[in-house]
Every structure is written in C-alpha cells, then in structure tokens.
C-alpha cells in the first residue's frame, strides 16, 4: 500500500515507514505536507530564494537517503523539519561546515503540527505572542534564531549586558512555549 | 511537572540554539549526561524553537523544486530495507569490514604470491646450475676414480718409472683427493697410510689404500676436519686396518708448494 493516499489521511508516522521502504510517492506526499515550512524558514534565515531552494532539496534528500534520521518515537516530524532546517540554514549562512549532528536532535513540542489547520491554529497563537513581547526581547529572540548570533555577539551589537541577554533569549523561548499552553 | 536545575536554565537555552561554546558548554554536557529533567527541557525547548520557524511560514517554494527532488529521487533508488540509526544492525558493518579485510588479505597474498614465484624461480636456477656443477665435478671424479682409467706418468726420458703421488688439499672444507702411481706392491697383511702432517701438531690419518695390479691408488675425501692447516703430506706402510699414528718411516713425502 502506498502512503500516498490520495485522501490525505496517511500520518506522518506511515509516511515515513513507506518512506524507509523506498516509497517515492510516500516522498512526495511528504514534501507537498511540508516543503513549504523548511522553505519559509530557509529563506527567513539565509534571505536568499536560491539558497532557501538548495537547502530544501538537501533537507528532503537527507531524509530519502536515510530516514531513521527523523525518529517519529521521539518528536514530531514539522517540529523537527524546522529546527533541522533553521540549524543547517544557520551553518550555512556562517560558512561553517554542518555542526549539527540532525540525527540527534529531539524536538519536544506540545501540540501536534502534522495537520494544515494545527498549524493555522498554533501560528496564530506564536504571532500573538510575539507581537505581545517587548522589542527588545523579540529582537534578542530573532538575532538568536534567524540569523545565528550568539549572545556575546549580540550583547555587543545591541550595548546590552550579557546575563540580560540570555535572560531575554530564555524568556522568549518559553512565552511562546506558553502561548500554545 | 519536572523540575530544570536553574543554575543551568538559560545555558539550556543558548545550548538549544546553538550557541553555546567552551567550558560552559562542557559543564552543560557533563550534567545532562546524568539529569533527566534538564535533557527533557532542552528538548522542549527546541519545540519552542520549531514554534518560532513556524513564524517565519508564509513563503511557498517555487513549483520546479518538487521535480528537482523527485528527479533527485529517482536518481538514487533505494531498496526497500528498513534502516534505523539509532539501532543500527551490526552485520552489515560486520560484512564490510569483512569485506574490506579479505581486500586487504587478497592484496597481501598476491604480494607474497608473486615473492614466492619469484623465490621459485631463483632456487630453480639455483639448483640447475648446482646440478651442472655436480655434474662436471662428478665427471672429473670418475675419471680419476674409474678402474678402466688409463693412468700415464710422464717422466724424463731413459729414467725408469717411479712412484709418484699427488695430493689435492682444500683445507677450507676439510677436503682432499690424492692420486698414486708406480706404488710398489704391498707385503701381506699391509697397506699404504696416507698422513696429513699439520703445521702444528702430530701427522692425521687420512686414509688407507692398497694399489691395484698397475701401482695406481686414489683416495677421495677420507674424512678429515676442515680448517687444519698442512704442512705436507707423507705416506707410511702400515697394518690393513691403519695406524692411529706412523709406526714406520715414511716412503713418500711432499711439501706444499
């Protein structure tokens, strides 16, 4: 049987068992789910559509290549598509060699993001809650997150204390952690 | 509800983001590896990370990157084995470095196969040319050593023949051939001694022999130890069975030259 169901009702969980049995379709029912989050976030962060394209094809051929990377026992697979695409992103932007090891990242999120209309819900929800933060703290949040900064670098930037900084990173963390509670 | 070390708080934060660098970074690492409570927090709050990409939704992909990919795919057709990397199974690694040690052992054996051909090769014409000089010496010896040898002394013309030895000494081996001719014949019970008289030392025996009808003899490497040095070579009449030592003065005698 094909993961590709033609009803959309296939999960994230079979698609990646078709996909771990070398299931084309399976791939590409998955990239129509959620090609679309590993783009926005590449672009967000490398600002560059090119770029943004490169990194979607790498992602998403990482995981034909091996698929026990993602470990669905483990974390939800948009959750974890994000955090590995802002990481690789990130690499790339800072012209490093890929530092992080995908296969060992666990994203925990609360709810579940597998469907278009969860996703709908939450993003209202994480836009409510930015535009509730103070400047200063969604700004410190963004340089961390987006463009890779560490805080030194942005306590420099910004004349900021560094212990407010991480202050300020943590804390926006966890009031969109919040927001969806 | 667990509880997260708050000494460690915000550097689970920064370590989520990558960020976090040096000796901070290895305390971090040092008390994960044994509290629970603190990993489960920086797995959360890399869900809180995944919330703030998903900020960032709206952009789509152009339509071409589904082809490039499937394309992409297509081009590395997997086959339907499923592959865990968290429990990865231990005999393919096992098949491939199997794999690659008899690799490796082809290649040494072919190495010290061909040595050994090689080896072949050279003890063959070693032994071809050891045969051809045992051959030539054997054909040498025979010749000295054949009954139906002619034997033929030249001498001074008008001078009746006389008896005439020669000693052929190869000290290095211990080795020693001696001709004899015109010998006069033996009384009974007797026979010719031959001595290697040493530099220093008493004469050694180096062979009894009695001549045949026309007074020829040969003693052909009687057993001697190697390395003496001779000062000469003498011949006495002694018992049939020999003489530890000569018990009578001796009727040939020569030096080395």
New interface residues.
């Given amino acids: 049987m094909s993961a590709a169901d033609p009803k959309g009702v296939s999960t994230d969980g079979a698609m990646m068992a078709a996909i771990r049995a070398g299931d084309q379709n399976a791939m590409a029912l998955l990239y129509d789910r959620y090609s679309s989050i590993v783009y926005a976030v590449a672009l967000r962060v490398l600002g560059d559509t090119g770029a943004a394209e490169d990194t979607l094809q790498e992602i998403f051929m990482q995981l034909w290549r091996n698929p026990a990377l993602f470990d669905s026992s483990r974390g939800n697979l948009p959750a974890w598509l994000s955090v590995v695409t802002r990481n690789r992103s990130i690499d790339s932007l800072r012209k490093r060699r890929p530092e992080t090891n995908i296969e060992e990242v666990i994203v925990s999120v609360e709810p579940d993001l597998a469907s278009d209309t969860d996703r709908a819900r939450a993003l209202g929800k994480i836009r409510g809650a930015l535009g509730d933060m103070p400047v200063a703290q969604r700004a410190v949040l963004e340089m961390a997150f987006f463009q890779g900064l560490t805080h030194t670098e942005i306590a420099s930037k910004t004349g900021e204390p560094l212990g407010t900084i991480k202050t300020r990173i943590r804390a926006g963390l966890l009031a969109l952690r919040k927001s969806l509670k | 509800m667990t509880t997260v070390h708050e000494q460690f ?6 370590h ?4 976090l ?1 040096g000796e901070e970074m290895a305390t971090l690492e040092k008390h994960l590896a044994g509290c629970a409570d603190c990993r ?1 927090e920086l ?20 339509r071409r ?2 082809q ?3 394309d ?3 081009g ?11 429990r990865r199974a231990w005999w393919p690694t096992l098949a491939w470095a199997a794999a690659a040690a008899m690799l490796v052992l082809s290649v040494i054996l072919l190495g010290k196969n061909a040595q050994l051909r090689q080896r072949v090769i050279t003890l063959q014409r070693q032994m071809t040319s050891q045969q051809a000089e045992l051959k030539r010496g054997s054909e040498v010896l025979a010749a000295f050593t054949a009954l139906d040898a002619m034997h033929v002394t030249l001498v001074a013309a008008k001078t009746s023949p006389q008896p005439q030895g020669k000693a052929i000494y190869l000290r290095r081996r211990g080795s020693l051939i001696f001709l004899a001719n015109n010998l006069a014949p033996l009384p009974p019970h007797k026979a010719y001694e031959l001595w290697l008289i040493p530099t220093n030392g008493s004469p050694i025996p180096a062979g009894i022999f009695k001549p045949d009808a026309h007074g020829s003899a040969t003693v052909v490497n009687p057993p001697l130890v190697p390395g003496v040095e001779a000062k000469a070579f003498a011949i006495t009449v002694e018992p049939e069975a020999g003489s530890p030592s000569p018990t009578s003065t001796p009727i040939m005698l020569g030096a080395g030259e």
């Fill in positions: 708080a915000e550097n689970l934060a920064l989520a983001l990558g960020v660098a489960g797995e959360r709050l890399r869900g809180d990370m995944a919330l703030l990409a998903l900020s960032a939704a709206g952009p789509t992909p152009p990157g589904r490039r990919l499937m992409s795919i297509a590395e057709p997997r086959s339907p084995v499923a592959v865990s990397i968290k």
